[in-house]
């Protein structure tokens, strides 16, 4: 008896194992809340409609949930600050785009209306899933400020910038009550403008930056023998 004891002792721990490693799984596939990770492609910068009009950012962004559960991307912010003198800018989402056709109008000085697909909204994530969406970023200076611009004609060649992407996330219904009262940081990206970069800017045409960190390393590996 005691051997059969044991055995069916052994066969109810294995399956109450079992069914605790899947609900386990169940839990972390389909119920737990995550967070929505961005990744954020070079920065493509232009002017808003003219030579001395404030610079717009746009980014090709990876929205990657890593929950189970549906999340919703409520909004995103950015926030520009020249490192050297801690100057800050302030930037949200306008526009949704079409990316492609935006880069193609990048080298062209005329309004890019048509790679405009819609207005901003919040973006729903599904659970474990990645989506990929650009936005259009365009300046918002205090009210009691409103001539506090980023501007080419402001830019300084070689000062580094640094550019922060923070985000408020909510339910997968977009639901005002579960939003938090403050912009979480998410990605810091670090960058300069040459010369050449700030000529092209007041002609009215755009400029696409590569991060400091990033071209630092292509440059090592160029002269690496």
Same mark, same amino acid.
């Given at each position: ?6 055995? *069916?002792?052994? +066969? ?10 899947? #609900?386990?799984?169940?839990? /972390? ?48 912010? +950015? ?15 306008? /526009? ?8 193609? +109008? #990048? ?42 611009? *980023? ?17 408020? @996330?909510?339910? @997968?219904?977009?639901? @005002? ?49």
């Amino acid at each position: 008896m005691s051997v059969v004891s044991n055995l *069916l002792s052994g +066969l109810f721990g294995a399956v109450i194992g079992a069914a605790i490693g899947a #609900m386990l799984v169940l839990y /972390f596939q389909f119920f737990q809340v995550g967070s929505i990770e961005p990744a954020a492609s070079s920065p493509l910068v232009r002017n808003l409609s003219g030579a001395n009009s404030p610079l717009t950012f746009a980014l090709g962004m990876t929205l990657t949930n890593t929950g189970g559960r549906a999340r919703c991307l409520w909004d995103v912010a +950015l926030r520009v600050k020249a490192t050297r003198t801690e100057t800050k800018w302030s930037y949200f989402p306008a /526009f949704v785009l079409d990316y492609r056709q935006y880069i193609a +109008l #990048m080298g062209q000085a005329k309004p890019f209306d048509s790679a405009i697909e819609q207005p901003y909204t919040p973006q729903v994530v599904p659970g474990r899933t990645a989506i990929g969406r650009s936005f259009l970023f365009l300046p918002r200076p205090p009210k009691d400020i409103p001539t506090h611009v *980023l501007a080419a004609r402001g830019l300084v060649p070689g000062e580094r910038y640094a550019l922060t992407l923070y985000s408020k @996330e909510s339910g @997968e219904r977009c639901e @005002e009550s579960s939003i938090p009262a403050d912009y979480l940081p998410k990605i810091t990206l670090s960058f300069e403008f040459n010369a050449d970069q700030i000529g092209t800017l007041k002609q009215g045409l755009g400029v696409v930056l590569v991060d400091v960190a990033r071209d630092q390393s292509r440059e090592a590996f160029i002269r690496k023998k």
